[in-house]
T-cell receptor
Framework: GQQVMQIPQYQHVQEGEDFTTYCNSS?????IQWYKQRPGGHPVFLIQ?????EVKKQKRLTFQFGEAKKNSSLHITATQTTDVGTYFC????????FGAGTRLTVKP | EAQVTQNPRYLITVTGKKLTVTCSQN?????MSWYRQDPGLGLRQIYY???????DKGDVPEGYKVSRKEKRNFPLILESPSPNQTSLYFC????????????FGPGTRLTVT
């Protein structure tokens, strides 16, 4: 069945540094979604990518969907303490599979 | 306010004592699902429901039951909880169709001793 791998598992950065998390699927995806979970909170939808090679931006966050629709990345420029949390990708095909998440901590 | 609610938020119980975690959504979503979250494993789907009276197994259904008698409610039942079911549980809902974000409930932290 479909598997979604996400790396790294943890990332600790100094405030102002950039951060990237990567997601890879074992199968071609219909689309991919990204969620953020603040500490002690629940996952909250950030964005969905549908088209091959698609790039979307939300302020300091840049999301990419690979040409083969099997991988995706989330890049945060100049991290802030408000970016702390766990970022999940979710690959969508006939069903939805979540990656294990990348936990981001930011040192002020 | 559009939301998914879960109760209880925290529960400590003993092995074998049946329990139910309730989930309700007010967005008229057809699709509802249950996930468990464990460190390093992300969100794993337990059961899902495409609509009323339609349920199906997710990736980790063993030891769990669900029912969908009404569109808004999707309770998770543990008939005989065991310590390996200690976890953080999330209910989620969305409209059907593949381009639809999921809305998650606040989570239920369950400890089985």
């Amino acid at each position: 069945g479909q598997q979604v791998m996400q790396i790294p598992q943890y990332q600790h950065v100094q405030e102002g540094e950039d951060f990237t998390t990567y997601c890879n699927s074992s199968t071609t995806l219909s689309n991919i979604q990204w969620y953020k979970q603040r500490p002690g909170g629940h996952p909250v939808f950030l964005i969905q990518l549908v088209k091959s090679g698609e790039v979307k931006k939300q302020k300091r966050l840049t999301f990419q969907f690979g040409e083969a629709k099997k991988n995706s990345s989330l890049h945060i420029t100049a991290t802030q303490t408000t970016d702390v949390g766990t970022y999940f990708c979710a690959g969508v095909n006939n069903d939805m599979r979540f990656g294990a998440g990348t936990r981001l901590t930011v040192k002020p | 306010e559009a939301q998914v609610t879960q109760n209880p938020r925290y529960l400590i119980t003993v092995t074998g004592k049946k329990l139910t975690v309730t989930c309700s959504q007010n967005m008229n979503h057809e699709y509802m699902s249950w996930y468990r979250q464990d460190p390093g494993l992300g969100l794993r789907q337990i059961y899902y429901s495409m609509n009323v009276e339609v349920t199906d197994k997710g990736d980790v259904p063993e030891g769990y039951k669900v029912s969908r008698k009404e569109k808004r409610n999707f309770p998770l039942i543990l008939e005989s909880p065991s310590p390996n079911q200690t976890s953080l549980y999330f209910c989620a809902s969305r409209r059907t169709g593949f381009i639809n974000e999921q809305y998650f409930g606040p989570g239920t932290r369950l400890t089985v001793t």
